[in-house]
């Protein structure tokens, strides 16, 4: 069983930036697929970025360039860097790991408004 626990939203103005972490439990952070995603009212949950054991990155095509992801394996936690944030960014953000089983994290709220 991984836990995972996100941090970091909060209410930012359009421009801003904002730091998401997600703190995994477990001994093997090192092996995990760690993603994040999002959901906003009325709309499906998307990819927004992810980074695999080997640190290879996939990021959806609306963020690209504004929201690297990283991740720290000894401090068993990823990251996610949003910068020149915009409205339509406003969502709740989901921390995911695959690690022999999916896993999901409860989700910080970003809102993004001036």
């Known amino acids: 069983q991984v836990q995972l626990v996100e941090s970091g939203g909060g209410l930012v103005q359009p421009g801003g930036s904002l730091r998401l972490s997600c703190a995994a439990s477990g001994s093997f952070f090192g092996a995990y697929a760690m993603g994040w995603y999002r959901q906003a009212p009325g709309k499906q949950r998307e990819m927004v970025a992810s980074?695999?054991?080997?640190?290879?990155?996939t990021y959806a095509d609306s963020v690209k360039g504004r929201f690297p992801i990283s991740r720290d394996n000894a401090r068993n936690t990823v990251y996610l860097q949003m910068n020149s944030l915009k409205p339509e960014d406003t969502a709740i953000y989901y921390c995911k790991a695959n690690w022999r089983e999916v896993y999901w994290g409860q989700g910080t709220q970003v809102t993004v408004s001036s």
């Open positions: 980074i695999t054991s080997g640190n290879t990155r």
